[in-house]
């Protein structure tokens, strides 16, 4: 089982950024998945969820800005996507994917966004 993240990197205040996560080694089509961060010096956050229906939650520091997103047509490779929109320079973090049913029970290496001001 692997989780797979990328697209993180740099980017002004205001910009854009997508990123992927890439589910492989099982079918995950049942699984919640999600995004979390973690910021220098500061607990880990969950900033999307997303269920096997296509439900999602948010919390208020990103709701209107972040969207999740799910491909599950392949039965063995699913991707989640987090668009993430008007980014602040305190959306910098290591951002991870996770998946599970229950709990997280499968976590990606993260990927780094970064927004300056």
């Known amino acids: 089982v692997q989780l797979q993240a990328s697209g993180g990197g740099l980017v002004q205040a205001g910009g854009s950024l997508r990123l992927s996560c890439a589910a492989s080694?099982?079918?995950?089509?049942?699984?919640?998945m999600g995004w979390f961060r973690q910021a220098p010096g500061k607990q880990r956050e969950s900033v999307a969820v997303i269920t096997s229906g296509g439900s999602t939650n948010y919390p208020d520091s990103v709701k209107g800005r972040f969207t999740i997103s799910r491909d599950n047509a392949k039965n063995t490779k699913n991707i989640v996507y987090l668009q993430m929109n008007s980014l602040k320079p305190e959306d910098t973090a290591v951002y991870y994917c996770?998946?599970?049913?229950?709990?997280?029970?499968?976590w990606g290496r993260g990927t780094l966004v970064t927004v300056s001001s």
């Open positions: 080694g099982r079918t995950f089509n049942s699984y919640v």
């Open positions: 996770a998946a599970g049913v229950g709990h997280f029970e499968y």
